[in-house]
């Protein structure tokens, strides 16, 4: 599976939206982006996937650039609960045994 | 729908001693599990696929005879430490895929077990 690189850290204020970047330059044509974040303390969870267009979910939007080496992931009104780290992750739709390789993240941070 | 739970949620043992962590998939059929293990301040790294009724796949590097995985149901996956020592001290988390998943199998994660050795 391709790699992805994600900026380290990202700041945001409550309430406003929040841009967070992936880059996967290499990506191939059957490879997935998916997004998890995981809480302090806790297990991931799934935010959203997709493959070529643009998608939208009750988390978060994802937005595909059209050559499909980069996206991003928009929560559209932060809130404290949203801090933090995502992961941008590819998965080869080939990958049927589902596994995951996960990169270091964006560890974002939210401001009251 | 789709929970994933793991026992215990955090063990202290001496070192020597082995330590099992459970699971389990409360509300779906899992075909497939995956351990991973965390360390502070890092990313989770991917130990060992396991499914139901067959032999976990390990990743390089992991010690298959250390880190003993079953997958006896389709709801339970166990992950026994033997002779734990200091360095194996970690954010032990499962995750699990629905059998019915079709292609995209959203994995569903555990709250993870906290492992400190002594």
């Known amino acids: 599976d391709a790699k992805t690189t994600q900026p380290n850290s990202m700041e945001s204020n409550e309430e406003e939206p929040v841009h967070l970047p992936c880059n996967h330059s290499?990506?191939?044509?059957?490879?997935?982006i998916h997004w998890y974040r995981q809480l302090p303390s806790q297990g991931p969870e799934y935010v959203i996937h997709g493959l070529t267009s643009n998608v939208n979910n009750r988390m978060a939007s994802l937005a595909i650039a059209e050559d499909r080496k980069s996206s991003t992931l928009i929560l559209h009104r932060a809130t404290l609960r949203d801090a933090a780290v995502y992961y941008c992750?590819?998965?080869?739709?080939?990958?049927?045994?589902?596994?995951?390789?996960f990169g270091q993240g964006t560890e974002l941070s939210v401001k009251p | 729908g789709a929970v994933v739970s793991q026992h215990p949620s955090r063990v202290i043992c001496k070192s020597g001693t082995s330590v099992k962590i459970e699971c389990r998939s409360l509300d779906f059929q899992a075909t497939t599990m995956f351990w991973y293990r965390q360390f502070p301040k890092q990313s989770l790294m991917l130990m060992a696929t396991?499914?139901?009724?067959?032999?976990?796949?390990?990743e390089q590097g992991v010690e298959k005879d250390k880190f003993l995985i079953n997958h006896a149901s389709l709801t339970l996956s166990t992950l026994t430490v033997t002779s734990a020592h200091p360095e194996d001290s970690s954010f032990y988390i499962c995750?699990?895929?629905?059998?019915?998943?079709?292609?995209?199998?959203?994995?569903?994660f555990g709250p993870g077990t906290r492992l400190t050795v002594l």
């Open positions: 992750i590819l998965r080869d739709v080939r990958n049927q045994g589902g596994k995951l390789i």
């Open positions: 290499t990506i191939s044509g059957t490879d997935y």
């Open positions: 396991s499914n139901e009724g067959s032999k976990a796949t390990y």
């Open positions: 995750s699990a895929t629905k059998t019915s998943g079709g292609y995209y199998n959203e994995q569903f």
